[in-house]
């Protein structure tokens, strides 16, 4: 990104409308994530094609390899958070090498855990209580698709930096190159090679290669204000420090939170083949409906960081609540809109043939749908206490909201209300809303204008 673009970028976020500013950053990470989100809804519909056995296995597993994903994608958060505020105190040198030190440390992490994956996969699938076809299509799903870590980390360190500068747009084109790739591959492999869920695998690895190597590219070009640095580099310790005291957080809480998720999955396949079908598509499809407000969570924390390094907190606040209220008003609307029956049952029936299914599926959607505005408090929040540094609040919110508030309401539900699946679909919607409460009450009481990082 060229400097003129980056200083007008910057000038935006620091003096400029901050509506203008959310609605520029968040519109390009909306198309962004659905993008992303295509990779996997691409894989699903053609999987849908294939049997139940084969969108079982992909659900089954999927958990696993977002927890390692989640997991590196705290380094690469705390990259993004400090170089933007590097950014906002006007202090490119440091930015720079930030962006080298974090793009080291997340190739180191891509390739260590996911050899060790590989290795591990079929004891992995096995204690998650798959049996038969559903082990044999989750086991080869996952030990293929783990070889995309690296390429896919090189796209979230471009994504990082690009978003630290509030420049939102290259990421979303660099995405939808990928995408073009992987909706070309999927069929390919899949139906015309007949490879089922290992081309399903393929086509995912192989079409993140061409947009890492792009990525990779912008990333090395000195003209950019920030760019990588590897001349003379060497690991600078205060700046690891800063990575692991702000990203360590982040990583925990997003891997405490996957792992979360893959004892979900345990709990859905005690319900049989058909619901963990069901659970699978109608999380793929909230993912869409809940994109906006991760979104303007981003762009929060954007905006936070740089006016933070620019020691102007109360507009870094100004930027939360008008985040916030945007974003609430719309999920509500959308969500009225998107869990009537026949919406729902629409959208569920383009990834299965199967009637129970869909049922299954359209009826979790339209639960989640109905409450989906309690996402835009709880990311424009934790978009607020990840731009000032404050990532140990919103870890333990995000291991609480699985571990305590999901587990408890699925228990109660299954066992005294005797739910079945529905209580899975209930549990959901009730631990998002009470972490949102708390990070509310924790907004309110000042907590994210303490410890703010310090460069």
Known sequence: MSKNIAERNTALILNGNLIKAILYLSIPIVINNFIQTMYNLTDAYWLGKL?????????????????????????????????????????????RSMASQIFTCSMIFSIVLGTICFFCTPGIVTWLGAEGDVFQRGKTYL?????????????????AVSQAQGNTVRPMLLNLL???????????????????IAGAAFATVLAKIP?????????????????LEFKDFK?????????????????IGGSTMQFG?????????????DAMAAYGIGNRINGIITMPSNAVGSAVATIVGQNIGAENIERAEAAYKKARIMIVAFLFVSGMIMSRGIVSTFMASIFSEDSNVILM??????????WCWANGIHNTTTGLFQGTGNTLYTMVIEAARLWVFRFASLFILKNVFGMAERSVWFSVVISNGISAFILWVLYKMGLWRKNKAKL
């Open 235 to 251: 690991f600078e310790k205060s700046k690891l420090l800063n990575i692991v005291r702000i990203g360590l957080p982040t990583a």
């Open 261 to 273: 998720f893959l004892l979900m999955t345990k709990n859905v396949l005690e319900f049989g083949d």
């Open 211 to 227: 947009c890492a190597a792009v990525g990779l590219y912008f990333l090395t070009r000195k003209e950019n204000e920030v760019h």
């Open 178 to 196: 990928g995408i073009v790739f992987n909706m070309v591959l999927d069929p390919l492999f899949m139906m015309v090679l007949d490879l089922g």
């Open 361 to 370: 599926a359209a009826d979790f959607l339209s639960i989640m749908a109905f």
């Open 143 to 159: 030990q293929i698709v783990i070889f995309d870590l690296p390429f896919l980390f090189i796209i979230n360190i471009f994504t």
């Open 51 to 95: 049997g139940t056995a084969d969108m079982a296995g992909i659900s089954l597993v999927s958990p696993v390899q977002n927890m390692i994903i989640n997991f590196g994608q705290g380094i690469t958060l705390a990259g993004s958070i400090l170089i933007s505020q590097y950014i906002g105190a006007n202090d490119s040198k440091n930015a």
